[in-house]
């Protein structure tokens, strides 16, 4: 597209198709501007044509937006004479509709690729390019152990946002990462293949959720075998097991980590005695360390006991400056701001105190 207006207002709303977005969500450009021959073609191009797209949505999911598509194609044309319909994209709904698809409650429980993309800003405000992570997801599904792993939340969307800033980056750059619960493993994904981390073991406590990140691995060109980039490891961790040095590298296949990174882990109070546990065995490990854990504050009792019994171990906390976009600003990831997310940076408070010392 020519028009750079019109070219950002599609490239939002591809990056809503490929994140699986509900449809009456998506922002669309004015229907006048959705006639046009060329913007028809890009249509096609990019959200329809799945024989040249590598990890196209759902079935079920392209012809709902298909048939938006349609009806504001339908209602933009007032002179059939010098309008029409892309022969392309009735083809493409012909061919949707003679699909034999599964029900919705069927369709519900199956995995779909979901792909998230993180857009990057020149200085003058341009996108000079954006970073993306592609993933199966079973956003209905919970899973064997009752775990919410199968899916990605708003929580990790934001937390991926922060690493992906210029502090954020700097933050983690050439540094070793062990991610806390990973569900997907789209934060440990987005750093190995993007942000130009030393390390990553993904972690989680469900063996099932830890093969999908496997699966996701591969998705996203990172081989666990591959020594000659960034190393990434997989793992089954369950919170308040002993963590040591001497073990460390044997089970993980990675010196100690610099970072930590958890998103929506905090979710639970049952939970987390285990999870101040298992990051103050982190800290043991390297005292110099930073945790950043993103939370959805769902119940501020439950968030309030992590922070207490965190402090009660020696943790540091400060809130990091970087509130969720509103949603009708967002260009990628798209995620619900109704509940509050923040992000935290934990310290030890001894180390801390030594630096200021030195």
Not at 36 to 59: C, G, K
Not at 219 to 233: F, K, P
Not at 323 to 329: K, M, T
Request: include cysteine; hydrophobic fraction near 40%.
């Amino acid at each position: 597209m020519d028009d750079p207006k019109i070219s950002s207002q599609l490239r939002i709303l591809l990056r809503q198709y490929f994140q699986l977005v509900e449809p009456h969500q998506l922002r669309w450009p004015d229907d006048s501007i959705l006639k046009a021959p060329e913007v028809q073609s890009w249509f096609f191009e990019n959200l329809f044509d799945t024989a040249n797209i590598t990890s196209p949505p759902p079935d079920r999911y392209q012809l709902r937006i298909l048939k938006q598509l349609i009806a504001k194609l339908e209602r933009s044309i007032n002179d059939p004479e010098e309008d029409e319909i892309s022969d392309d994209l009735v083809g493409a709904i012909s061919s949707l509709l003679a699909t034999n698809m599964p029900s919705e409650a069927d369709s519900a429980q199956q995995k779909a690729f979901v792909t998230y993309s993180y857009p990057h800003h020149a200085h003058d405000g341009s996108t000079s390019h954006e970073y993306t992570v592609t993933l199966l997801e079973a956003r209905s599904v919970i899973s064997s152990s009752g775990t919410t792993g199968l899916r990605t939340w708003e929580a990790a969307l934001l937390l991926g946002s922060y690493l992906v800033s210029e502090i954020g980056r700097t933050a983690i750059h050439g540094k070793r990462l062990f991610e806390l619960g990973a569900g997907t493993g789209m934060l440990s994904i987005l750093c190995a293949r993007h942000l130009s981390v030393a390390g990553v073991v993904a972690t989680d406590g469900d063996e099932a959720v830890v093969d999908a990140i496997k699966t996701n691995l591969f998705l996203n060109g990172l081989d666990v075998d591959d020594t000659t980039r960034c190393q990434v490891r997989t793992a089954a961790l369950k919170w308040g097991h002993r963590v040591d040095a001497t073990t460390f590298s044997e089970d993980y296949g990675l010196e100690v980590p610099d970072i930590v990174v958890g998103a929506d882990v905090t979710y639970d109070k049952s939970v987390i005695p285990r999870l101040v546990s298992t990051l103050r065995e982190f800290f043991d490990l390297n005292p110099a360390l930073h945790a950043f854990i993103s939370a959805t504050i769902r119940n501020e009792e439950t968030f309030e006991t992590f922070l207490k019994a965190g402090e009660r171990n020696g943790f540091d906390f400060e809130q990091v400056d970087f509130p969720p976009v509103p949603e009708y600003l967002q260009e990628g990831p798209f995620y619900p701001t109704s509940t509050p997310i923040q992000i935290w940076c934990i310290t030890r408070r001894q180390a801390a105190e030594d630096a200021f010392a030195v």
